[in-house]
């Protein structure tokens, strides 16, 4: 397997990439999360805050993956063109 020092920092690239557009990405639907879900007990909030942190992590796990893998094949393409 070739492990390019191109494509690895394509993948760096992308991951911070991913963490990038995590951050404000989140945040709005978060916020449209919450208008939906209304008034609510402080156990339903609990719940829903339980369910909300499991959905950040992942929203973040998937964005990370998708953009590492496509930093990585993008670096090792253009690594390539290079010679």
């Known amino acids: 397997?070739?492990?390019?020092l191109p494509a690895w920092l394509g993948s760096l690239a992308g991951t911070i990439?991913?963490?990038?557009i995590y951050v404000p990405a989140i945040r709005?639907?978060?916020?449209?999360?919450?208008?939906?879900?209304g008034p609510q007990t402080q156990a339903q909030r609990s719940a829903f805050d339980d369910k909300l942190s499991v959905m950040r992590r992942v929203?973040?796990?998937?964005?990370?993956?998708?953009?590492?893998?496509a930093g990585y094949w993008?670096?090792?393409a253009i690594g390539g063109m290079r010679g």
């Open 74 to 76: 993008l670096g090792k």
């Open 28 to 37: 709005r639907i978060e916020r449209h999360w919450r208008t939906q879900e």
């Open 17 to 20: 990439v991913a963490v990038g």
């Open 59 to 69: 929203i973040l796990g998937a964005d990370i993956a998708v953009l590492a893998i």
């Open 1 to 4: 397997m070739d492990f390019s």
